[in-house]
């Protein structure tokens, strides 16, 4: 798709990948609707980019669907989504203090997958009613894995199932949706340098980019957003997950 003159939803847009996602997005033409829990960040963001933001917890239906409407209401519909709410922890299975709390495990899989699919359902059922362009394209809908998909550490155990479903979701949405014009993919990130990980003191992080391969730094969230805008103008990327991780893979701890 032309991202000129598009709309696009981005949850977690208030910060980090999701902020650096709608700048990019904001500088080729798009529109953006930023949909976060967190108001300050988020109208800020939206206020820079003149976007609308709109509160939104992604485990809340009714959040999304007031999303969707301000996205038709303003700027005629929804043509790509980008997910990038999302929480982390780290918790030992056995640790200490006991096992994990079991509330912790459904906090990180209610938000970060089951957020992330009650997003994704009801933004395809707006794009499915929404007029084709080129190719009978309706819409993109990013979501957000990570590598610890693929090589969770020590302590990520929650985490790492939540965006193992990410991964798992990919395939059945892109077949699912095919027959809407609707493309489904999800990026899997590194380590990028977002208020995420900047709970962590400077040595931390700086050890951390050292690991990389090459670049041998954190990732800067514009670099993820230049993937979702490739993916968004590219038709072809459908069904897959693509990392984003200067070659990084990560030890067990
Ligand atoms: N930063 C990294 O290195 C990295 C690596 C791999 C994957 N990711 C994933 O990328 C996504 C974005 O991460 P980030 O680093 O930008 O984090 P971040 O903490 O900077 O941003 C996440 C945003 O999500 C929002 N959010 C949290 N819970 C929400 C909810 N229930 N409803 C709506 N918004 C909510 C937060 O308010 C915040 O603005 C996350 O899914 C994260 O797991 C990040």
Redesign the pocket.
Known sequence: MQIDGKTFLI??G?????AGTARILSQAGGHVVI????TV?GQEVAAALNGQFVK????RSEDIEECLAVAKSSYGGVHGVVN?????IARRTLSRSGPHPLDLFERVID??LI?TFNVVRLSAAAMAQQEAWEDNERGAIVM?A???AFEGQIGQAAYSASKGGIVGLVLPLARELARFGIRVLAIA????D????GLLPDDARASLGAQMPFPPRLGQPQEFGQLVRHIMENVMLNGTVIRIDGALRMQPQ
């Not at 939104?56 to 485990?59: E, F, H, L």
């Not at 990038?84 to 982390?88: D, E, H, K, L």
């Open positions: 949850t977690g208030a910060s980090g990948l999701g949909a976060d829990v967190d960040h939104t917890d992604v485990t990038c709410a999302g929480i982390g938000v970060n957020g957000s990570s590598v610890a990130p590194g380590i990028f977002t208020p995420m990980l």
